[in-house]
């Protein structure tokens, strides 16, 4: 058995945020954050759980992909196209 403490491991990182959240009043903050939460859980339905950490960042999230790095540009292009037409801003990171 190999002992991967000695290994370097790559991991890329979605950011997404909502612009304009902290404009908007408390009920639409909580509607826009429902719908978020629906199309973030949908982009991220192809990604093994196991492979992903999601960080709730209040306007937006932080995932991180142990997996290979295009399951992030994967997620950030159906964040992108998502259906119900929600803003988003996003930048990934390797």
Same mark, same amino acid.
């Given at each position: /058995?190999?002992? #991967?403490?000695?290994? +370097?491991?790559?991991? #890329?990182?979605?950011?997404? =945020? %909502?612009?304009?959240?902290? !404009?908007? +009043?408390?009920? *639409?903050?909580?509607?826009? !954050? @429902?719908?978020?939460? @629906?199309? /973030?859980?949908?982009?991220? *339905?192809?990604?093994? *759980?196991?492979? @992903? %950490?999601?960080?709730? +960042?209040? =306007? ?12 992030? /540009? ?14 988003? @801003? /996003?930048?990934?990171?390797?």
């Amino acid at each position: /058995m190999v002992d #991967s403490s000695s290994h +370097t491991l790559v991991c #890329s990182v979605l950011f997404v =945020d %909502i612009p304009e959240y902290s !404009k908007c +009043t408390v009920a *639409e903050q909580l509607q826009l !954050k @429902r719908v978020f939460n @629906r199309v /973030m859980a949908h982009a991220l *339905e192809p990604v093994v *759980e196991n492979d @992903r %950490i999601l960080l709730d +960042t209040g =306007d937006g999230a932080a995932a991180t992909f142990l997996g290979p790095p295009e399951d992030a /540009m994967f997620a950030a292009l159906a964040l992108r196209e998502n259906q119900d037409h929600l803003p988003l @801003r /996003m930048g990934i990171n390797l």
